[in-house]
């Protein structure tokens, strides 16, 4: 019982703590947006060119911008602090746990506020079954949090880890980000997500039973 | 049950014998030998980077040794059971373990909900610790006496059995010395143990010192 109160906890501090300073979405935002603003630049005057690869950049600013979301958790904590959290008697994988929920509801912050930048830039067109962006967006938030908080956890105490984090998350992505454009490709045509949203699944699933088993020792390997 | 009570008849709370810690290929404390008993506050002195603090992490169960044996509450240094003993040992180091955007009242209701057992309910500690008015202040609104006043009422929260203060004092004012002083007191009043890392030539409160120098015992 105690783990989903610990978890719940360490969650409701990150949020707190963005809530007072803004720092992961207020930063990381505008420049998601100016990514998103500059790309189409970059290609030729051609409508229905931009409207294709919309969704495909909007997914892409998400794992190379959102992932800082993910990052700042190493720069927010220091080890004074992580030290007192173990000395409480913890689990590691509740507090793992914490702070994933935590980015994965600031994630799904950014990608809301991002989408309509996306719409109005790229303008994808009408989406028939637009409701099953909704559990495609949480799945790629949620894998992405896991992801970059398990990068977090690894990388921990390394001086290079600020270099280091984003070139592990980046490929790691992959599994989130290519079905996740599959799968807003597929509603755009009116064809079934079945495949991408199963990808997806599997990779959260897969992510959060690694994030779990490893808290533990990634904690006491940290010093 | 009769593993708990075991623990809590343990004498000494910490053992050391032989132990030696590295970071990475660079040693930093080497043959160990020392013994902290129930009731006694003992004092570590010794130049900057003897290895003071990380002697004090040791004890914490927080740093594993690269050799020797220890024991600390009882529980074998690198074992489980010393992840075990962690709620009964409070910590305060250099950097303080509060949330620089919390207000100093939520930190210490941060560590009250997440400990297995609480004392004293934050507001009072804050308040034991002079504090009271400026509960409501963010840690990073706060000057560097009032934070390591909240971290000190950390463990008032907790009150564990065996307190680890490295250089308490830095950033108290005169009039706070003595907030260290009760800390240490009632911690001996719970027949528990204290160790501290300190520069000051009288420290009041410690019945023995002990000086490391080039990462080992010296005296």
Not at chain 1, 177 to 195: F, K, Q, T
Not at chain 2, 99 to 111: G, H, K, R, W
Request: hydrophobic fraction near 50%; proline fraction near 6%; include cysteine.
């Amino acid at each position: 019982m105690s783990f989903w109160r610990h978890a719940l906890r360490i969650s409701a501090r990150d949020l707190r703590i963005e809530g007072r300073t803004f720092e992961a979405i207020g930063i990381t935002l505008p420049f998601g947006l100016v990514a998103l603003f500059l790309a189409p630049l970059a290609l030729p005057a051609d409508a229905d060119l931009l409207a294709d690869v919309g969704p495909g950049m909007f997914w892409i600013v998400t794992v190379l911008f959102g992932m800082f979301v993910t990052f700042r958790q190493s720069v927010a904590e220091t080890t004074a602090q992580r030290e007192a959290i173990r000395l409480l008697g913890v689990d590691p994988a509740a507090r793992f746990t914490g702070r994933v929920a935590a980015s994965t509801l600031l994630l799904l912050g950014f990608e809301a506020l991002l989408a309509p930048a996306t719409v109005v830039l790229y303008a994808p067109g009408p989406i028939p079954a637009w409701g099953w962006l909704v559990p495609i967006a949480i799945l790629a938030a949620a894998g992405l949090a896991l992801l970059g908080t398990l990068v977090v956890d690894v990388t921990a105490g390394l001086r290079a880890r600020m270099s280091l984090a984003p070139l592990l998350v980046a490929p790691l992505a992959a599994p989130l980000l290519v079905p996740a454009a599959r799968a807003v490709d597929a509603l755009r045509r009116g064809d079934g997500i079945v495949g991408p949203a199963l990808v997806m699944t599997a990779s959260v699933l897969a992510l959060a039973i690694v994030g779990v088993l490893t808290a533990h020792p990634l904690q006491e390997s940290s010093t | 049950m009769s593993g708990f009570l075991h623990c809590l008849s343990v004498e000494p709370l910490i053992t050391l014998h032989d132990v030696a810690v590295a970071y990475g290929d660079q040693p930093v404390l080497r043959n160990i030998d020392m013994t902290v008993n129930r009731g006694e506050v003992v004092a570590l002195r010794g130049p900057n980077g003897a290895g003071k603090s990380t002697l004090l992490r040791v004890f914490a169960t927080l740093l594993r040794p690269a050799g020797g044996t220890g024991h600390v509450l009882g529980a074998e240094l690198g074992t489980s059971s010393a992840e075990a003993v962690r709620p009964r040992i409070g910590l305060v180091a250099h950097q303080p373990a509060l949330y620089s955007d919390l207000t100093l009242l939520e930190n210490l209701e941060l560590i009250a909900d997440l400990a297995p057992a609480v004392a004293i309910s934050p507001s009072k500690a804050l308040e034991l610790v002079g504090l009271a008015a400026a509960s409501q202040r963010r840690v990073s609104e706060s000057s560097q006496g009032m934070v390591r006043r909240a971290d000190l009422a950390r463990l008032l929260v907790t009150e564990p059995e065996l307190l680890l203060l490295d250089e308490p004092h830095s950033g108290l004012d005169q009039a706070a010395l003595g907030l260290v002083d009760n800390l240490v007191r009632r911690c001996i009043g719970r027949s528990g143990a204290v160790v501290v890392v300190s520069h000051l030539t009288h420290l009041g409160v410690a019945e023995r010192s002990v000086t490391i120098d080039g990462g080992t015992v010296a005296a």
